[in-house]
């Protein structure tokens, strides 16, 4: 199975990607991820 999603908080590495799809993988804050999916605390 591969992956669709990279959930990272970090920033200083991966912060020009965020909200962008690269090869393949979308690249989110986990909260975003969260908020997009539905699938946070209500």
Same mark, same amino acid.
């Given at each position: 199975?591969?992956?669709?999603?990279?959930?990272?908080?970090?920033?200083?590495? #991966?912060?020009?990607?965020?909200?962008?799809? #690269?090869?393949?993988?979308?690249?989110?804050?986990?909260?975003d991820?969260?908020?997009?999916?539905?699938?946070?605390?209500?």
């Amino acid at each position: 199975m591969d992956a669709t999603h990279l959930l990272t908080g970090d920033i200083a590495h #991966f912060g020009s990607l965020l909200g962008k799809w #690269f090869e393949g993988v979308l690249v989110l804050l986990p909260g975003d991820y969260l908020s997009r999916t539905g699938k946070g605390a209500r």
